[in-house]
């Protein structure tokens, strides 16, 4: 198999036109040329993004200093806590499935995330291939699980994220980031040249390694972070050998709340700009024990820590080969949920069903 050199990877692929190198998605319905200077205008008067957390980073080199230490991880690849060992840079894929190759299902204005990331021009969502916790119930299993999607070099990413500022969207919104690190910091490191200023989303699953995390201080303005389980047998049979999940979730919880704190709202946006916000999704049974999520969130961190109580479970993909987890959740299930966070004395939670 052909060996991938980093230099050159990048080098071949940021040779392309920046507009050639759009999904078409992205452009559908905008004009970008003619908002250009609209969105110019935008961004300079809008102080909230005008200081991104990466910004300081890149004029220093050190944005791409460690965009190329995480590159080198994928040699015999540690970046999640998998730790599979596979050889990325070789084009193996690991369990993951991921390999050296970048590979994005997506780029888009969505309005689907937490109203405080979507505003009124919508949150600016790059939708990455693969996954590395590989749940049976996942509602994207077309593009975690099954691949869907395309192959694209770094100087396409930072392209996409230039162009989702230029359509106005309010921040960059990275899901299923976690495999795709090291490309991530380096297109940002290009795009931060090129005049990127959106406040960049992390939007994991939570099941991440503080010593990646460490590389991310700096980089990352707000953390939008799964709790998925507080058990570990339930983490290891829903998302297949994460049984460590709960463990290394909380050690996550802890870094990331350490770098960006309790989220803040801009009072005359209502967005967010900076800081951690979790979700957790109610799953049928209590399987995921909702109890211990809740009651570690209101034990570890700030009371009023941001948590969104899910309600939308939906059985998908190999969901159905679970009985126990093969059905939507009750009103009294999420209700017992939402009294537990209160008893808690959690006072920042965003709640659905009820
Ligand atoms: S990111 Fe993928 S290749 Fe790397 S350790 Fe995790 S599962 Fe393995």
Request: charged share 20%; aromatic share 10%.
């Given at each position: 198999m052909q060996k991938l050199n980093r230099r050159n990877f990048i080098r071949s692929l940021t040779a392309l036109p920046a507009m050639a190198m759009a999904p078409a998605m992205l452009l559908q319905g905008r004009n970008p040329a003619s908002s250009l200077a609209e969105n110019k205008a935008r961004i300079k008067n809008d102080p909230m993004e005008t200081?991104?957390?990466y910004l300081s980073l890149h004029k220093r080199g050190e944005l791409k200093i460690r965009g190329e230490i995480l590159w080198e991880k994928m040699r015999s690849c540690n970046l999640c806590p998998r730790d599979c060992g596979t050889d990325r840079i070789s084009l193996q894929r690991g369990d993951c499935r991921a390999s050296a190759e970048l590979e994005i299902s997506s780029a888009s204005a969505h309005f689907g995330e937490e109203a405080e990331l979507v505003g009124s021009r919508g949150s600016g969502t790059i939708f990455f291939t693969n996954c590395s916790l590989l749940c049976v119930f996942c509602i994207n299993y077309e593009i975690s699980h099954l691949g869907q999607g395309r192959t694209y070099g770094i100087g396409h990413l930072a392209n996409m994220m230039l162009l989702l500022q230029r359509n106005g969207c309010h921040n960059i919104n990275l899901v299923t980031p976690s495999h795709y690190v090291p490309h991530i910091l380096l297109a940002l490191d290009q795009a931060a040249a090129r005049g990127l200023r959106l406040p960049v989303v992390y939007?994991?699953?939570?099941?991440?390694?503080t010593d990646v995390l460490e590389l991310l201080d700096g980089v990352v303005d707000i953390y939008l972070a799964d709790f998925k389980y507080a058990d570990a047998q339930a983490a290891g049979k829903y998302s297949p050998g994460a049984h460590c999940y709960p463990e290394v979730t909380e050690k996550a919880m802890i870094e990331m709340h350490r770098q960006v704190g309790v989220a803040e709202t801009d009072p005359e946006t209502n967005l967010i700009y900076k800081g951690l916000m979790i979700r957790h999704l109610v799953m049928p049974g209590n399987v995921a024990r909702s109890d211990r999520v809740v009651r570690w969130i209101a034990n570890n961190l700030p009371k009023n820590t941001y948590l969104n109580i899910m309600s939308q479970y939906t059985p998908m993909y190999k969901a159905f080969n679970y009985p126990e987890i093969s059905r939507h959740i009750t009103r009294s299930e999420y209700n017992n949920v939402v009294s537990t966070a209160r008893r808690a004395g959690l006072t920042n939670l965003r709640l659905q069903m009820q």
């Open positions: 200081a991104p957390n939007n994991t699953c939570g099941w991440e390694k």
